[in-house]
């Protein structure tokens, strides 16, 4: 992965973000241009994502930015959504586990290569990438140490497709104070995060915000010149070290509490769906514009005050 031509990152979460799901598919109606519908989820909601909004990523790569699909979800899931999804430049699953590029040899219908350094980076935690057919209660590392811990207490565990990560789900007759003293007690190299109702694990050093600043270097790019397309918890770490996070809806009340906490940090759209994506995707485009202007005025006020 070549990082010559780079000269922003914008990062983006899918659900919420790129991809909005309706509860009625009446709601459909109330959607301003043209479409593409996911496949009906098991829940039976339909995810749509916009014609306008893919192109308005390809225009933000166009531009010079990197984008790179990050998500916490599973990688089977991540995967599946990619023909519906703009092409990318790396795209991150398992809260920051894994990270593919394209793969530039073309020879199969999905090109993708998976970093390697970045697993062998986690795998004193998460094990080694030779074991991810191994049932989780198989594995070696920590993580999954905690995994079978988690299990003899009769949590409802998921590893469905996660090789650097699982999830605990609800669990009948375990009360919410058992469910804080279990995410207190983990091991100090996971961390966890919280995404509608269940709670994730894996190695600390990972995590969106552990992968994104992972690639940043690996790129050239720093900090303040990248951006966050984002609207849930679990993406509020990451929110925090880029420049600036755009937020095409507010999907928990502790984004709104950081929202209104620090207004400098965050920009949210005033339009629903994919119309609050494309509007956000304009504003990262329009933030970019802004990095590469005052940097231009800073190398002229520099060479100026050098010829005075």
């Avoid at 780079?6 to 899918?14: E, G, L, P, T």
């Avoid at 990523?57 to 790179?68: E, I, T």
């Amino acid at each position: 992965m070549s990082s010559a031509s780079f000269r922003n990152i914008c990062f983006s979460d899918i659900d919420g973000t790129l991809v909005h799901y309706l509860d009625d598919p009446a709601q459909l109606q109330e959607v301003v241009g043209d479409i593409l519908m996911l496949p009906q989820s098991s829940t039976g909601r339909l995810g749509i994502i916009s014609q306008a909004s893919l192109a308005k990523a390809a225009q933000l790569r166009q531009a010079g930015a990197a984008l790179v699909i990050i998500s916490g979800a599973r990688t089977s899931t991540v995967l599946q959504r990619l023909p519906y999804l703009p092409a990318a430049d790396a795209i991150i699953a398992e809260n920051g586990g894994r990270i593919w590029y394209p793969d530039p040899s073309g020879l199969t219908m999905c090109p993708l290569q998976e970093d390697l350094q970045w697993r062998q980076q986690l795998a004193d935690v998460a094990g080694p990438p030779d074991q991810d057919a191994l049932p989780p209660l198989d594995r070696k590392g920590a993580l999954w140490d905690w995994y079978r811990l988690l299990y003899r207490e009769g949590w409802n565990l998921d590893a469905n497709s996660y090789s650097t990560a699982f999830r605990l789900t609800k669990t009948p007759n375990k009360s919410e104070e058992q469910l804080a003293a279990a995410v207190a007690a983990r091991p100090a190299c996971l961390a966890s995060s919280t995404n509608l109702g269940v709670v994730d694990f894996y190695p600390k050093a990972s995590g969106k915000e552990g992968a994104a600043a992972y690639l940043m270097q690996k790129l050239g790019v720093p900090a303040g010149r990248c951006a966050l397309l984002c609207d849930d918890d679990n993406d509020l770490e990451l929110a925090a070290i880029v420049g600036k996070a755009f937020l095409p809806s507010i999907g928990a009340p502790s984004v709104e509490a950081a929202v209104a906490a620090h207004p400098d940090r965050f920009v949210v759209a005033d339009v629903k769906w994919t119309g609050g994506t494309e509007q956000m995707l304009d504003a990262v485009q329009q933030h970019f514009q802004q990095l590469e202007q005052q940097q231009l005025a800073g190398a002229v006020e520099a060479a100026s005050n050098q010829c005075s």
